[in-house]
């Protein structure tokens, strides 16, 4: 078959022979990427994130970061893989939630690259301190003479390029911050963030619990997903900040609790 003829077959897909075709592609592949099935099978990729939802449902696929892989074997993935994945959308979440720091203000930064790209958009501030365990921020900010940069370091995650573990905790312990932004593996209404490891849910659920005002950075991929089993529960009011790619379904269960506000951006 030609390569043309190819391209007019996956056209005339309907939805079951899309999914269908997206499974077999899984099970060849181990792992596919959101983007580029939305160009091979030419639809858009909020509709290659509808099927790949369905077929989580079912269990025939287990969402990653911005695709899928085969049920069962959910491999978290490195920092950097991450970041290249979500691009516009991490800058554009991370560039809202540096616009809600304001002068004189103690804010705690999570690990992760949409946290980074907060980082990123704080370096020409004054008059700032910033609290982080991430190595990624950390690096946006070392430079940067007008913020004052405390680290929670403890036992370094190579994988996620986070502190970790009793020391992060201690010194976090000492510590209280204006605002506090948390990154996520997956974001569920019900039980919070999901992370790979306990001692990753364990430092979040107490960042949380630092600061006045709460706010998670978690990129439309993340909602209602599960990657894996450790959660760090929300018990407080916080703010969701994610993308304008975000479906109605994904931001209904975030929007019906009472103490959560959303923002698309």
């Known amino acids: ?3 043309e003829a190819g391209v007019e077959e996956r056209r005339r897909l309907r939805a079951g022979d899309r999914r269908e075709l997206i499974a077999r592609m899984i099970q060849t592949d181990g792992t596919v990427v959101v983007e580029e099935l939305a160009r091979s099978l030419e639809v858009t990729p909020s509709t290659i994130r509808r ?3 369905l077929l989580t449902e079912q269990g025939v696929i287990a969402r990653t970061y911005g695709g899928a892989m085969s049920a069962g074997h959910t491999v978290e993935p490195t920092l950097g893989q991450r970041s290249g994945l979500a691009v516009a959308e991490k800058d554009r979440i991370g560039r809202w939630a540096a616009a809600r720091v304001g002068p004189g203000d103690t804010v705690i930064l999570d690990a992760g690259t949409t946290t980074g790209r907060l980082a990123h958009h704080l370096r020409a501030r004054t008059d700032l301190t910033v609290i982080t365990s991430g190595l990624t921020a950390l690096r946006e900010l ?8 405390i680290t ?13 573990g009793p020391l992060a905790e201690l010194t ?14 997956g974001l569920d209404a019900r039980r919070g963030i999901c992370e790979a490891s306990l001692q990753q849910t364990s430092l979040k659920e107490m960042m949380a619990d630092r600061g006045k005002e709460l706010y998670v950075l978690a990129d439309s991929s993340k909602l209602g997903q599960s990657p894996f089993t450790a959660w760090a529960p929300l018990d407080r009011s916080w703010t969701l900040v ?8 994904q931001l209904g269960p975030f929007r019906a609790l009472p103490d959560v506000e959303v923002i698309t951006v």
């Open 142 to 149: 070392a430079e940067a003479d007008g913020v004052e940069l």
């Open 152 to 164: 929670l370091a403890g036992t370094l995650r190579h994988v996620s390029q986070g502190f970790v």
């Open 172 to 185: 976090l312990s000492r510590l209280t911050a204006d605002k506090v932004f948390l990154g996520a593996d």
């Open 242 to 249: 994610t993308d304008s790619g975000a479906t109605g379904d």
């Open 1 to 3: 078959m030609s390569q």
């Open 51 to 53: 099927d790949l939802a």
